[in-house]
């Protein structure tokens, strides 16, 4: 039973437009949400994240908006580069410090 | 600065064989993680090392897998009699001070393992 859900395995966006990639949840101890960005042959790097008493993270482009009672979260990329092509991996931690990822989002930047 | 280096990077083995994967996290870093990513899987978690304190091996699959750390710097993660479904990517990853909500990991390039 997947506790981190990422529904859609592609997402294709004209540069200069928003990127959304949305992650659910099932397990309501999550305290805490992660996104971790990978590109091919290369380890995941740490991209954002939001603790569970908020409800919206901003960082440069980079925006995570969590909804409680939908136990959904979504990243907001605005505007999107070529450079942000890669596979994108949402995660939960729980007060046992145990980490949930979803299987990833490739995301693909159109010219 | 050195990030979180990995060794081998490339391993091919015979089912049935051991294999031991080597880990040297960014030096200070209190906390180690392995995780393991399968073809078309997401990023799965094995096991968490935080200072002294006993690991959390809860994520490990099965009794084949083993890992160990020494003090606060290299870990290697072992596999006994290896079958096909551990092919995979293993991934290392170190925080400064654990705590997965509250501390960034960095991740090494990984580790690819075949098994024949």
């Known amino acids: 039973d997947q506790q981190v859900k990422q529904n859609s395995p592609s997402l294709s966006v004209q540069e200069g437009r928003i990127s959304i990639l949305n992650c659910d949840y099932t397990?309501?101890?999550?305290?805490?949400f992660l996104w971790y960005k990978k590109y091919p042959a290369e380890g995941p790097t740490f991209l954002i994240s939001i603790s569970s008493i908020k409800d919206k993270n901003e960082d440069g482009r980079f925006t995570v908006f969590l909804n409680k009672s939908a136990k959904h979260l979504s990243l907001h990329i605005v505007p999107s580069q070529p450079g942000d092509s890669a596979v994108y991996f949402c995660?939960?931690?729980?007060?046992?410090?145990?980490?949930?990822f979803g299987k990833g989002t490739r995301l693909h930047i159109l010219p | 600065g050195a990030g979180v280096s990995q060794s081998p990077s490339n391993k091919v083995t015979e089912k049935g064989k051991d294999v031991e994967l080597r880990c040297d996290p960014i030096s200070g870093h209190t906390a180690l993680y392995w995780y393991r990513q399968s073809l078309g899987q997401g990023l799965e978690f094995l096991i968490y090392f935080q200072g002294n304190s006993a690991p959390d091996k809860s994520g490990l699959p099965s009794d084949r897998f083993s890992a160990e750390r020494t003090g606060e710097s290299v870990s290697t993660l072992t596999i006994q009699r290896t079958q096909q479904e551990d092919s995979a990517v293993y991934l290392c990853a170190s925080s400064l001070t654990g705590g997965l909500g509250a501390d960034t990991q960095y991740f090494g390039p990984g580790t690819r393992l075949t098994v024949l």
């Open positions: 397990n309501s101890m999550f305290d805490y």
């Open positions: 995660a939960a931690s729980d007060r046992d410090d145990k980490i949930i």
